[in-house]
């Protein structure tokens, strides 16, 4: 390799996109910062924390108003489609899975139209090719602790069963858009760091 050609990858280095995905309350957005500060990444925030900031409330709002969610659910999907284009290295709090969250709460057929939309179908398939050309990685976080509240998250959404539910339907989605992707059931962090690095170092 010539010295032009290692100060050009000194340069400009090389892209590195990270989706860490799975349920609420499980400990995604710690490891998110992890990974950002060790990898000198900038994070993608989750859309829909943001989302419900522009609405000055809590999720706890929306649980009795269907339309509210739908409409909720939509814009966060929208904004997520387009937050990470045209970036190269980031890490990103959520993927496709906010899906998920609109089979459980928003109008029936919500979810089956944001799945099939021409939208969505790009942008799983660029994460899969993003993962298949070693550029990046998705990781799932499973579950396995206690959830705990965050002061944004519904209150009726830290029980086992609403993780588990969104957890299996993370997976589903996974499956069904070929996604490769890295499970991360361990709750220790040191562990789940150490799943994280031994992946990344492939890539680096």
């Given at each position: 390799m010539s010295a032009n050609t290692r100060a050009l990858r000194r340069a400009k280095p090389r892209p590195l996109r990270i989706e860490v995905v799975g349920s609420h309350a499980v400990g995604k957005s710690v490891l998110v910062r992890h990974i950002a500060a060790k990898y000198d990444l900038p994070i993608l925030d989750?859309?829909?924390?943001?989302?419900?900031a522009k609405m000055g409330g809590?999720?706890?709002?929306?649980?009795?108003?269907?339309?509210?969610?739908?409409?909720?659910?939509?814009?966060?999907?929208?904004?997520?489609?387009?937050?990470?284009?045209?970036v190269d290295r980031y890490v990103s709090d959520r993927a496709f899975d906010n899906i998920a969250y609109a089979a459980e709460s928003a109008e029936h057929g919500t979810a089956a139209a944001m799945?099939?939309?021409?939208?969505?179908?790009?942008?799983?398939?660029?994460?899969?090719?993003?993962?298949?050309?070693?550029?990046?990685?998705?990781?799932?976080?499973?579950?396995?602790?206690?959830?705990?509240?965050?002061?944004?998250?519904?209150?009726?959404?830290?029980?086992?069963g609403s993780v588990c539910r969104i957890d299996g339907m993370v997976k589903?989605?996974?499956?069904?858009?070929?996604?490769?992707?890295?499970?991360?059931?361990?709750?220790?962090?040191?562990?789940?760091a150490a799943i994280v690095a031994g992946v990344l170092r492939g890539l680096l």
């Amino acid at each position: 390799m010539s010295a032009n050609t290692r100060a050009l990858r000194r340069a400009k280095p090389r892209p590195l996109r990270i989706e860490v995905v799975g349920s609420h309350a499980v400990g995604k957005s710690v490891l998110v910062r992890h990974i950002a500060a060790k990898y000198d990444l900038p994070i993608l925030d989750e859309i829909a924390r943001i989302e419900i900031a522009k609405m000055g409330g809590g999720f706890d709002a929306l649980r009795t108003d269907l339309a509210a969610v739908t409409r909720f659910q939509r814009n966060v999907f929208a904004s997520q489609l387009r937050v990470g284009q045209g970036v190269d290295r980031y890490v990103s709090d959520r993927a496709f899975d906010n899906i998920a969250y609109a089979a459980e709460s928003a109008e029936h057929g919500t979810a089956a139209a944001m799945w099939r939309s021409p939208a969505c179908r790009q942008y799983v398939r660029r994460i899969a090719e993003t993962v298949r050309s070693k550029q990046g990685a998705v990781f799932f976080v499973r579950p396995g602790v206690t959830p705990r509240g965050d002061g944004v998250r519904a209150e009726g959404d830290l029980d086992v069963g609403s993780v588990c539910r969104i957890d299996g339907m993370v997976k589903l989605l996974l499956e069904l858009g070929d996604v490769p992707y890295v499970p991360i059931a361990t709750t220790n962090f040191q562990e789940r760091a150490a799943i994280v690095a031994g992946v990344l170092r492939g890539l680096l």
